[in-house]
């Protein structure tokens, strides 16, 4: 099955590099491109895209704005994939919070570039475990304090995994820890992210935050 993308970015050089590249893969093709936000919106509505490279920065309307718009529309939700220039910049918080699925540096190697459509669009691990502890810091500093809850719907076990997800656990680090196989891990996120109607990995480290499951700096 091949991968759909489009990419939206304003830069015409960062365009036709990553087409280059992307197009060069057996599984993805790019079906198309966007100079700002609202042609994003237009671009993904008509092409139907599985995966969206959206950058943060864009004239007229910006690419947390575009992720919004989006994925609230319903008609179609790809997977968002932000690109910045920047290492987690201030944007994170407020990228996660609108849907996006995972960061992308843009001196991205061609491989790192192919290989984080392909995990998007799998719906897998979509931020790397070295990113979520920088995440975690910027819960800390940004983020909304709640008192800690017990959430209902997901088992205790589940609860227990959903926090090392959020503080930035991968799922063989998961399985280390609570002696589990990786398999049986990878069947508890798939269950935590259906029974709470979460999308992905991402937004799963989110809830935890805004629920109140998990407190920065604990």
Excluded: C, W
Aim: proline letters at 4%.
């Amino acid at each position: 099955m091949t991968i759909r993308v489009l990419i939206a970015d304003d830069q015409g050089m960062v365009r036709t590099g990553f087409t280059v590249f992307l197009d060069a893969q057996p599984d993805i093709e790019v079906v198309g491109e966007a100079v700002n936000g609202e042609d994003a919106i237009a671009r993904t509505a008509e092409l139907r895209p599985d995966v969206v490279l959206m950058d943060v920065r864009m004239p007229v309307m910006d690419g947390l704005a575009a992720t919004r718009e989006i994925l609230i529309s319903g008609a179609h939700t790809p997977k968002i994939l932000i690109l910045t220039t920047f290492d987690l910049d201030d944007y994170v918080y407020e990228a996660l919070r609108a849907g996006a699925s995972g960061f992308l540096l843009k001196d991205a190697s061609a491989q790192q570039l192919a290989e984080a459509v392909r995990v998007v669009a799998a719906g897998e691990a979509l931020l790397a475990p070295s990113v979520t502890r920088r995440l975690i810091s910027e819960f800390a500093r940004v983020g909304p304090q709640r008192p800690r809850v017990r959430l209902d719907g997901i088992t205790e076990r589940e609860t227990e995994v959903l926090t090392l997800i959020a503080r930035g656990r991968s799922n063989q680090e998961i399985a280390e820890e609570l002696v589990l196989s990786e398999q049986t891990v990878k069947t508890h996120v798939g269950r935590i992210l259906a029974k709470l109607d979460l999308r992905d990995r991402a937004q799963a480290i989110v809830y935890a935050y805004e629920s109140g499951l998990v407190r920065p700096g604990e």
